[in-house]
């Protein structure tokens, strides 16, 4: 796996509890390199560490905000390992990586396994991860710090957001509680 355009580099590794806990392949990484964020928020693969709690895969998976806590098309399982610009997850399960669509709740299965998933990105980052909202926010001045996440008002799961939309960089735990309330107040599973 090639690491470049790396704009964060995650804290020591401290939560050996949790990484005997991963599957082999993400824990091997992990103990490579603890977590980081590449393209300036483009992608984020979180960290086994406590703090900060932005970059703790331990908080993302098991959370007051834990996607499977939430979500019905995610389990308990699921792995959560990494996000995109707007903080929608990519998980592991049964070896395969998904994407969650954190507004709506629907589930992609990338039919990529950790190591592909890597390589998919490298190919196109910005169409793959959907990072036009970043490139945007950032021509307009606006570059999310580590620990912040790209918010966009209408959000772009509701017809209103055809005329444009209006982005911000707000704390990543504001912004996946703004998420799952959002999910919640559609209705979806």
């Known amino acids: 796996m090639k690491l470049e355009n790396l704009t964060f580099q995650g804290p020591a590794l401290n939560d050996q509890e949790l990484l005997r806990s991963l599957p082999s392949h993400l824990a091997a990484l992990l103990q490579q390199i603890n977590g980081f964020i590449q393209y300036h928020g483009g992608f984020h693969l979180f960290g086994a560490c406590t703090q900060p709690a932005w970059h703790s895969l331990r908080e993302a998976w098991t959370g007051p905000n834990a996607a499977y ?3 019905n098309s995610i389990k308990g399982e699921d792995v959560p390992f ?5 903080g929608f997850q990519f998980f592991l399960r049964a070896g395969q990586v998904i994407y969650l669509d954190a507004e ?3 589930v992609d299965n990338l ?3 950790l190591s592909e998933f890597f390589d998919w990105i490298a190919a196109n980052p910005v169409s793959n991860l959907g ?6 926010s950032i021509q307009d001045g606006n570059t999310p ?3 912040q996440l790209i918010s ?4 772009f799961c509701t017809p209103e957001s055809s005329k444009g939309v209006a982005l911000s960089c707000i704390p990543t735990a504001e912004r996946r509680l703004l998420l799952v309330n959002l999910h919640k107040g559609l209705g979806a599973s």
Request: glycine share 12%; net charge negative; aromatic share 4%.
């Open 152 to 155: 966009e008002h209408p959000p």
């Open 111 to 113: 039919e990529l396994d």
């Open 104 to 106: 709506t709740g629907k």
């Open 145 to 147: 710090a580590p620990g």
């Open 69 to 71: 806590r939430h979500y």
């Open 131 to 136: 990072m036009q909202p970043l490139l945007k």
């Open 82 to 86: 990494g996000e995109d610009c707007l």
